[in-house]
């Protein structure tokens, strides 16, 4: 099977702009999380999606959005960029489990460099 | 605050030798935890993972051990190699489903020939 793949990989962009990542389940998985991977900060909890519905929600500003398609494909959207936006964004996907029915196992993908300037 | 932490940022060990890294977590109601790799440039890469019913258990190479009566997690690699340099992350999760995973910030694992 296919991993988790995100494009673009790397992307420059200035403050102020937007931006819009993307993430290609691995076939089959209907949840798809994201992160945020900074080296001060760590690896830190965006939002989850399962069934083209937000399931689960990290501490982030609302400039942070997401959506997840029909074909459980996702994206992350974020507004108003600021130079601490700068990071790796990355994308798990996991085998659907119903809430309070045990927990999943995430696969990552490769991650998309973002570089505010 | 940091829920899941590693004792160590920096572990160097002899190629051949066996590897310890340690995390400890502080939520008792964590019922799920994974580790990770991590090598440059690469998003995390599953490597074990261990539900709380279970205190121990092996993979190919590595083991992870659970005391969730002083809330300790390791992950034991056995006769390191060279392509087990990497930084290795400890996660929990508290269950009810994909909640989001919570990280520890990583212990890198430096290889010596």
């Known amino acids: 099977k296919a991993g988790v793949t995100q494009t673009p990989r790397y992307l420059i962009k200035t403050r102020g702009q937007q931006v819009t990542l993307s993430c290609s389940p691995i076939?089959?998985?209907?949840?798809v999380s994201w992160y945020q991977q900074t080296p001060g900060q760590g690896l830190q909890f965006l939002f989850e999606?399962?069934?083209?519905?937000?399931?689960n929600k990290g501490n982030f500003p609302g400039r942070f959005s997401g959506r997840q398609f029909s074909n459980s494909r996702s994206e992350m959207n974020v507004s108003t960029l600021e130079l601490g936006d700068s990071a790796l964004y990355l994308c798990?996907?996991?085998?659907?489990?119903?809430?309070?029915?045990?927990?999943?196992?995430?696969?990552f993908g490769p991650g998309t460099r973002l570089t505010v300037l | 605050g940091e829920s899941v932490g590693l004792h160590l940022p920096t572990l160097s060990v002899q190629e051949g030798d066996n590897s310890i890294i340690n995390c400890a977590y502080s939520?008792?109601?964590?019922?799920?935890f994974i580790w990770y790799k991590q090598e440059s440039g690469k998003g995390p890469q599953f490597i074990i993972d261990i539900r709380s019913n279970m205190d121990k258990r092996q993979g190919q190479r590595v083991t992870v051990l659970l005391n969730k009566t002083v809330k300790h997690l390791s992950l034991q690699i056995a006769a390191t190699q060279p392509g087990d340099s990497a930084v290795y992350f400890c996660?929990?999760?508290?269950?009810?489903?994909?909640?989001?995973?919570?990280f520890g910030k990583g212990t890198h694992l430096i290889i010596q020939p």
């Open positions: 999606y399962f069934s083209e519905t937000q399931r």
């Open positions: 939520n008792s109601a964590s019922d799920y």
């Open positions: 076939s089959g998985h209907r949840s």
């Open positions: 996660a929990e999760n508290t269950g009810g489903g994909a909640d989001g995973l919570t």
């Open positions: 798990a996907s996991s085998w659907p489990t119903e809430p309070g029915q045990g927990t999943d196992t995430q696969y």
